[in-house]
């Protein structure tokens, strides 16, 4: 059973990979990184992090411990889905208004998109990343489990970096939209 669970997070993890790449074809060649260096350390942590997870997945335990009940990873795997489900569903209602805001110049034409899921929150992308990593790591049966936290703590300083940019460009407007939605989890966070 573990097998397959397995199996399953590593395709949700070449799904959301590949997703990615199909939908940065769309975004315009005029809003490539402005700092390179600071976007391969930015891409290269996730991609490691990834890695990682996927090697750990594939068999290669790092640091094992005993295996978590059945239940349990069944529960890891409906959790990896879920975060798949919402990175795609944000990623498709941004459409042509995603970039990595850190690192991509601003389309003149972007608009704050604060409809579907960004109704309820601000940053769904981080959230539904949280959740694949989360469930993984439970499936991959380690103890880099306790690492969890540092991930989420990057995730958390990428959404404040964000959203100064945000602020910055749709002032009043990204005020009032603040004040409407949580970060990562509806009416908690």
């Excluded at 939908?23 to 976007?39: E, M, R, T, V, Y």
Aim: aromatic fraction near 14%; include cysteine; charge should be positive.
């Amino acid at each position: 059973m573990n097998f397959y669970l397995r199996l399953t997070a590593i395709l949700i993890f070449a799904i959301l990979h590949s997703y990615w790449r199909i939908a940065d074809k769309g975004i315009s060649k005029a809003l490539q990184f402005k700092n390179p260096l600071a976007s391969l350390f930015e891409k290269s942590f996730l991609s490691y992090a990834q890695f990682i997870v996927v090697l750990q997945l594939a068999g290669l335990s790092l640091f094992p411990k005993p295996q978590f009940p059945v239940i349990i990873q069944i529960l890891a795997i409906l959790i990896c889905l879920k975060g798949l489900i919402i990175c795609i569903t944000a990623r498709r209602t941004l459409g042509k208004n995603w970039t990595n805001a850190k690192d991509y110049k601003q389309s003149p034409a972007a608009h704050l998109v604060s409809s579907g899921i960004y109704s309820y929150i601000r940053h769904p992308i981080y959230l539904g990343l949280i959740l694949v990593f989360t469930g993984s790591e439970i499936l991959a049966n380690s103890y880099l489990i306790i690492l969890l936290p540092l991930l989420y703590l990057w995730f958390y300083n990428q959404a404040k970096k964000e959203e100064v940019l945000l602020l910055a460009r749709f002032g009043k407007q990204y005020e009032s939209y603040l004040s409407k939605t949580r970060m990562f989890i509806p009416y908690l966070i």
